[in-house]
């Protein structure tokens, strides 16, 4: 490979009702459970339930909010699926870091996302090389045989929410003849509007697949978690207007910071069995 010059790397509303059924009555149409989830979310958001400490016993949540413990526990189950506590036997349960959500049911751009979310997205520049010799399956998902001399680049980044590192990510680029791919700011530039203004490569849609893996010593020393942990493999193929697929994209994004989700509207559900 041949490598190219870089820059160097370098709310919730507060809830304050006493009770769950006073924070029902009028305009809340939500079921007690969901209401449940949502005052306790909004207690992990606004900070009252911290980060790392214990939250108030299940017997102290039953007398509060005039519920059932089988609902408190259903909540709290809830609660630690999406990442908000983390429940143990000894200690109790415990604020948690939620995990990063994203929608597969649209394009989206990772920036861009965790930006809306409130979050603070960054990119850091692992590397940006030429490809002289592309794999077989690079080759055919580009379809690189229809080029007279197609080339080919690799640009690695580390993509980082709130100082936190969560996705190495490799795009395969395809142009009909060379680019000069350095000179653009990749740490900051939003990456598929630079493609549209400067190389007429405006994307139409995509496709993606995942795949659950564990990551590889390199892989998870960049995202700081231990060797073999748990993640998922995106690959994206990016289309242009005409049909062409122009990226090549693998992102390995840790499994304990992410999940993903689709929403299936009704009229795909009706007749289908189950």
């Known amino acids: 490979m041949k490598k190219l010059a870089i820059k160097s790397m370098t709310n919730l509303e507060n809830r304050s009702s006493p009770t769950l059924n006073n924070s029902l009555s009028g305009e809340f149409t939500a079921s007690p459970q969901r209401r449940l989830v949502e005052i306790f979310e909004g207690k992990i958001k606004q900070g009252e339930w911290k980060l790392g400490e214990l939250i108030p016993r299940e017997v102290d949540l039953m007398e509060e909010y005039g519920v059932s413990r089988y609902m408190i526990r259903l909540v709290l189950d809830e609660l630690a699926q999406a990442g908000y506590l983390v429940r143990t036997k000894k200690r109790g349960t415990v604020v948690s870091q939620p995990k990063l959500e994203q929608s597969l049911s649209s394009f989206y751009s990772f920036a861009i996302d965790m930006a809306a979310k409130g979050y603070k997205p960054a990119s850091y520049v692992l590397g940006l090389e030429e490809v002289l010799h592309p794999d077989e399956t690079t080759n055919n998902l580009l379809s690189l045989d ?34 000069d791919l350095s000179r653009f700011d990749w740490h900051v530039l939003p990456f598929y509007e630079v493609l549209e203004k400067e190389f007429g490569l405006k994307v139409e849609r995509a496709t993606e697949y995942l795949d659950p893996i564990t990551l590889t010593r390199h892989d998870a020393h960049l995202l700081r978690v231990e060797s073999g942990a748990p993640a998922f493999r995106v690959e994206r193929l990016t289309y242009d207007v005409t049909g062409r697929v122009f990226e090549r994209r693998i992102s390995l994004i ?19 069995p189950g």
């Open 146 to 179: 229809k080029y007279r001399q197609p080339r080919v680049y690799n640009l690695r980044r580390l993509r980082v929410v709130n100082e936190e590192p969560l996705v190495v990510e490799s795009s395969f680029l395809v142009f009909p003849e060379p680019v």
């Open 254 to 272: 840790r499994g304990d910071r992410y999940r993903f989700y689709v929403e299936l509207p009704k009229r795909q559900l009706i007749g289908e």
